[in-house]
């Protein structure tokens, strides 16, 4: 059973372009959470989406991000007209349902650098 | 509301000898208790987690955690250090009886001299 994938690993863009991160989660998953992680820091919860729907989107910012988690195919998040303040590594986890304490398995990460 | 606090941002061990990363949680409900290892460049891998049964969980590679609530405390301890252990550790709270968002402590570095 493979685990959470995301692509790509490496990612970098200029000021202004626009990035797309992808993440399949584990088989038999439909509950996906995406987290920023800002150098020497924790890891800061952003989205949280099941199939179609956006459960949770309180950590997003306002504008410029956005998520989906289309019925077929891999959850992305979207960041348009990145900035500097974008560079992080992002990280996708997933569950197979939420409540309790349900683990989360997370994915091996993104490292987006912006130029 | 709930959150977590590292004690400690850096934490330098011989090889061999014991591990203590504190870690304090404060949550208005019972809450689930996780620690999760990061390698450089890596993701995060599971360690433990405590979810309301056995106050002593033990985990992968050897290390175990206690919850005590009186302290509100989830220390994660390994009784002998290994090279392979430098990373970095966070430890995680959420709520038992909500759903979705983490929340992750700032981290603390592992360093493992020989």
């Known amino acids: 059973n493979a685990g959470v994938m995301q692509n790509p690993r490496h990612l970098v863009r200029r000021r202004g372009q626009e990035a797309r991160l992808r993440c399949s989660p584990m088989?038999?998953?439909?509950?996906v959470y995406w987290y920023r992680q800002l150098p020497e820091e924790g890891l800061k919860f952003m989205v949280y989406?099941?199939?179609?729907?956006?459960?949770?989107e309180s950590g997003m910012p306002k504008e410029r991000f956005s998520a989906e988690f289309p019925k077929e195919g891999p959850s992305i998040l979207r960041i348009q007209q990145v900035v500097r303040g974008d560079s992080a590594a992002y990280f996708c986890?997933?569950?197979?349902?939420?409540?309790?304490?349900?683990?989360?398995?997370f994915g091996p990460g993104t490292r987006l650098l912006v130029l | 509301a709930q959150s977590v606090t590292q004690l400690d941002s850096h934490v330098s061990v011989s090889e061999g000898t014991p591990v203590l990363l504190r870690c304090n949680y404060s949550?208005?409900?019972?809450?689930?208790l996780f620690w999760y290892v990061q390698h450089p460049n890596k993701g995060l891998q599971l360690l433990l987690k405590?979810?309301?049964?056995?106050?002593l969980v033990k985990g992968i590679n050897g290390f175990e955690a206690e919850f005590k609530k009186s302290e509100t405390s989830f220390h994660l301890t390994k009784p002998s250090a290994h090279m392979s252990d430098a990373a970095e550790y966070f430890c995680?709270?959420?709520?038992?009886?909500?759903?979705?968002?983490?929340?992750f402590g700032a981290g603390t570095q592992v360093v493992v001299t020989p």
């Open positions: 986890a997933s569950s197979p349902q939420d409540r309790g304490g349900e683990t989360q398995y």
């Open positions: 088989k038999g998953h439909s509950h």
């Open positions: 989406l099941q199939k179609e729907n956006i459960i949770d």
């Open positions: 949550s208005s409900y019972s809450p689930s």
């Open positions: 405590y979810t309301s049964a056995a106050t």
């Open positions: 995680v709270v959420k709520p038992t009886d909500s759903w979705g968002k983490l929340q």
